[in-house]
T-cell receptor
Framework: SAVISQKPSRDICQRGTSLTIQCQVDSQVTMMFWYRQQPGQSLTLIATANQGSEATYESGFVIDKFPISRPNLTFSTLTVSNMSPEDSSIYLCSASPGAYMNTEAFFGQGTRLTVV | GQNIDQPTEMTATEGAIVQINCTYQTSGFNGLFWYQQHAGEAPTFLSYNVLDGLEEKGRFSSFLSRSKGYSYLLLKELQMKDSASYLC??????????WGAGTKLIIKP
């Protein structure tokens, strides 16, 4: 199994500012993902963080708004840029040791973001 | 399109058995996952099915029928700590996870 440390656990930010969320895995993993989850709702995939190359974004999410870094096989960051109240949500980092999603994914504890 | 359906909420009694159903429609299929998520916490893995049939793991079992696009999670001998949301997720042809909205399970004494 993999243990994921995600920080910050929560933050309250002013609109127009940016927040960077960090995710550290205790072992090398092939795949890392960033999700957004509204309370009581499903997980929405923002992007797949690719090691050494640009992230792969899902429909509705763009690099300028959610820049992602993945410098190595154990670490990734997600930045929420130029925040607005609509960005208030829980952001989750996830990692999978396998090359494909046919193995279990592990999750960080999440970052609860409130934009005021 | 791709879709996962599961009930929004279920209520059961401590010590009883509950079955949470999940139906899926995906472009290709590479397995069905169940995760447990307590309020304010991250999802944790419960089970993975890629072949038809029942997989048993302690008090929890998961069933898959690929021809019907159907899965269920069976929880036996319910305990109060089982109160949580249960998320169903299907892996599509690109091995991307398609997530259901989750079923909130309420356990009553």
């Amino acid at each position: 199994s993999a243990v994921i440390s995600q920080k910050p656990s929560r933050d309250i930010c002013q609109r127009g500012t940016s927040l960077t969320i960090q995710c550290q895995v205790d072992s090398q993993v092939t795949m890392m993902f960033w999700y957004r989850q509204q309370p009581g709702q499903s997980l929405t995939l923002i992007a797949t963080a690719n090691q050494g190359s640009e992230a792969t974004y899902e429909s509705g999410f763009v690099i300028d708004k959610f820049p992602i870094s993945r410098p190595n096989l154990t670490f990734s960051t997600l930045t929420v840029s130029n925040m607005s109240p609509e960005d208030s949500s829980i952001y989750l980092c996830s990692a999978s040791p396998g090359a494909y999603m046919n193995t279990e994914a592990f999750f960080g504890q999440g970052t609860r973001l409130t934009v005021v | 399109g791709q879709n996962i359906d599961q009930p929004t909420e279920m209520t059961a009694t401590e010590g009883a058995i509950v079955q949470i159903n999940c139906t899926y429609q995906t472009s290709g299929f590479n397995g069905l996952f169940w995760y447990q998520q307590h309020a304010g916490e991250a999802p944790t893995f419960l089970s993975y099915n890629v072949l038809d049939g029942l997989e048993e793991k302690g008090r929890f079992s998961s069933f898959l029928s690929r021809s019907k696009g159907y899965s269920y999670l069976l929880l036996k001998e319910l305990q109060m700590k089982d109160s949580a949301s249960y998320l169903c997720a299907a892996s599509d042809s690109n091995y991307q996870l398609i997530w259901g909205a989750g079923t909130k399970l309420i356990i009553k004494p």
